[in-house]
């Protein structure tokens, strides 16, 4: 079993930034891409970036130019600087990553609210 603990969420007035982390840890024999979701009050969950092994990343439109993804392989730690953030950006955020052969395991989430 893999687990990710998220963190580094909050509150933040708009036009801040926030660190996200997202640690795993369990019986990990391979590591795939890692990658940050986020889920709104009342919308469908969405992705906002992945970072694959080869360091390719991809980012969601909404979020390009402001937020970074970026790995610690040694650490199995994969983290999300965001900033210019904006009230639209106010979601629970999930990490996802992908182990031991094409497994999918997710976070629990950690809030993130932009208001001022």
């Known amino acids: 079993q893999v687990q990710l603990v998220e963190s580094g969420g909050g509150l933040v007035q708009p036009g801040g930034s926030l660190r996200l982390s997202c640690a795993a840890s369990?019986?990990?024999?391979?590591?795939?891409?890692m990658g940050w979701y986020r889920q709104a009050p009342g919308k469908q969950r969405e992705l906002v970036a992945i970072?694959?092994?080869?360091?390719?990343?991809v980012y969601a439109d909404p979020v390009k130019g402001r937020f970074t993804i970026s790995r610690d392989n040694a650490k199995n730690t994969v983290y999300l600087q965001m900033n210019s953030l904006k009230p639209e950006d106010t979601a629970v955020y999930y990490c996802?990553?992908?182990?031991?052969?094409?497994?999918?395991?997710w976070g629990q989430g950690t809030e993130v609210t932009v208001s001022s």
């Open positions: 369990g019986n990990i024999f391979s590591i795939g891409p």
């Open positions: 970072k694959r092994n080869s360091g390719n990343t």
């Open positions: 996802k990553g992908i182990f031991n052969g094409g497994n999918d395991y």
